[in-house]
């Protein structure tokens, strides 16, 4: 892939991670992930954001320098916004070929860098309202954001230009090739990667979004024309929208949110499959959409995405061995980390010689502060009977009646 003029002489320089990789060693990648850094020329070269250090990536990254005229040993600062490896894993590689080069970084960031690499080199700490002047009018402002995503995180803003360089925010998964600014997307391609940054915001970001709040709040102060994160599009054309998006995203912490109901399922014999019908049918009649993902099926990072758009969850699974279906609890327990918190719940499933399920929910709500607010259980021995279906028809459209009171938003 070539490098791309963000704006003048700021140049995008990226690579794809392709699908086979998976993000965080744990994040599925089906239309991978764009690492993005930014060479800003002023008399001086800064580089704000690197690259991961996989195979061929940091001299992907060498060879689009090159392209843009920029010699790598020209770059003088080193500007780490976040200290995560997918952004400064090249670094080693880059101290091979020169040592020259300062690397500017907030002070938590610097402690990061040095247990992650032992950086022998030059450095600059530096605070909110910092800055540095690399000639020819470019001129680097620091604000720190800790926590989207580790505490070390700061964003950079290049002030001629309005250009903000946020790494994590504002991001999303999804590949972008040569032609990645959303002046250049269709509307169609703007809503997958919007759709994108939802799983991405979920599996990444959402444990920290009350930071996501506090650092848009504090980035107002700001003039942005141009938003340029670490990972996906550059907001060209529209920066608000991407603002708007994350702003969106992050309300949904506190539990409300769209009016949708993520229904999680699991069955061993069928028994708990055959109540899904009903329960579909009970969240149909109110008019409330259903994202239905069977456990363990689907992989945690799409259900992740589902719940935490949802105002609602419905939770189907089987006793097992007096706890509940052992993968169900997996998916509820990573919900808690992510906190997935105050949905409106729902649980039905089945039992066979005897229950249990539900002290174990109550453990893990409790455990991870989730307070959910669940309606009465549907519970069935073995299969359910026509009459148990049908109480469990109502309870679904009971449930998406106080969805659709306690929603703050409309579908997406
Ligand atoms: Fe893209 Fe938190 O690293």
């Not at 040569?178 to 959402?206: H, S």
């Amino acid at each position: 892939m070539q490098a791309s003029l963000v704006t003048d002489n700021i140049y995008r320089l990226s690579a794809n991670i392709e699908s086979d990789v998976l993000f965080e060693g744990m994040w599925p990648l089906p239309h991978g992930c764009a690492m993005n850094s930014y060479v800003i020329k002023g008399r001086d070269v800064a580089i704000v954001d690197g690259v991961c250090d996989w195979d061929g990536v940091p001299e992907t990254l060498y060879a689009q320098m090159a392209e843009i005229g920029v010699d790598v040993k020209d770059i003088r600062y080193v500007i780490i916004n976040h200290t995560e490896p997918d952004h400064t894993g090249w670094i080693k590689s880059f101290q091979k070929i020169t040592n020259d080069f300062e690397v500017v970084i907030t002070q938590k960031g610097l402690e990061l860098a040095q247990a992650f690499y032992g950086l022998d080199v030059k450095y600059r700490t530096v605070r909110s309202g910092d800055s540095i002047d690399l000639g020819n009018g470019k001129k680097l402002v620091f604000e720190e954001t800790p926590n989207v995503h580790w505490p070390d995180t700061m964003v950079t803003y290049e002030a001629s230009t309005g250009t903000l360089l946020p790494c994590d925010a504002f991001g999303s998964y999804g590949s972008v090739g040569t032609a990645g600014c959303d002046d250049e997307m269709t509307e169609e391609q703007l809503q997958f990667y919007e759709e994108e940054a939802l799983r991405y915001f979920a599996n990444i970001v959402a444990r920290f979004h009350p930071s996501v709040v506090r650092a848009i709040d504090k980035l107002k102060n700001l003039d942005v024309k141009i938003i340029a994160p670490g990972h996906g599009l550059v907001w060209r054309r529209d920066p608000q929208r991407v603002v708007s998006l994350y702003q969106r995203f992050a309300s949904f912490g506190a539990g409300p949110a769209e009016p949708v109901v993520t229904v999680l399922w699991g069955s061993m014999y069928g028994n708990t499959e055959k109540a899904i019908a009903p329960l579909l049918e009970g969240l149909a009649s109110e008019g409330v959409k259903a994202i239905v993902h069977q456990v363990p099926q689907t992989h945690i990072s799409d259900i992740l995405a589902s719940a935490w758009r949802s105002t609602g969850v419905i939770l189907a699974m089987p006793t097992y061995e007096f706890k509940m279906f052992p993968p169900m609890a997996a998916v509820i327990d990573e919900l808690g980390r992510k906190m997935v918190t105050g949905k409106v719940a729902l649980r039905v499933g089945s039992f066979g010689w005897s229950g249990g399920a539900q002290r174990e929910l109550d453990e893990i709500m409790e455990h991870q502060k989730m307070k959910w607010q669940f309606l009465e259980p549907v519970e069935f021995k073995g299969a359910a009977s026509e009459e148990q279906l049908q109480l469990i028809r109502e309870r679904a459209a009971e449930l998406a009646r106080q969805v659709k009171a306690a929603a703050i938003v409309a579908a997406a």
